[in-house]
């Protein structure tokens, strides 16, 4: 079992940037993903969720509205893209898949002008 994020980086207040996730292992399409991240000094909290088929998804009440999670089962990819980055956003972003139980690496996002 094997998940890869990619897509993080610095970005200025106000921008944008889209996290993948690649999975590998396990079927996929038949599992729910979720986002965590951790900032720096901080515990590790879950940012967002989405159910195997994509229809149902939960955000953490700093997101919404900002960020949207989505899936392709076809391409075993789930995605965090990120809008309208706050300081506050910056942290290291793992994808999960959390009743197999599986976690990526981490992969840092830092918002900073």
């Known amino acids: 079992v094997r998940l890869v994020e990619s897509g993080g980086g610095l970005v200025q207040p106000g921008g944008s940037l889209r996290l993948s996730c690649v999975a590998s292992?396990?079927?996929?399409?038949?599992?729910?993903m979720r986002w965590y991240r951790q900032a720096p000094g901080k515990e590790r909290v879950l940012v967002a969720a989405i159910d195997s088929s994509g229809s149902n998804r939960y955000f953490e009440d700093s997101t919404k509205g900002r960020f949207i999670m989505s899936r392709e089962n076809g391409k075993k990819t789930v995605y965090l893209q990120k809008n309208s980055l706050k300081p506050e956003d910056t942290a290291v972003y793992y994808c999960?898949?959390?009743?197999?139980?599986?976690w990526g690496q981490g992969i840092q996002v830092t918002v900073s002008s």
């Open positions: 999960t898949a959390p009743t197999i139980p599986a």
């Open positions: 292992g396990f079927t996929f399409s038949w599992y729910p």
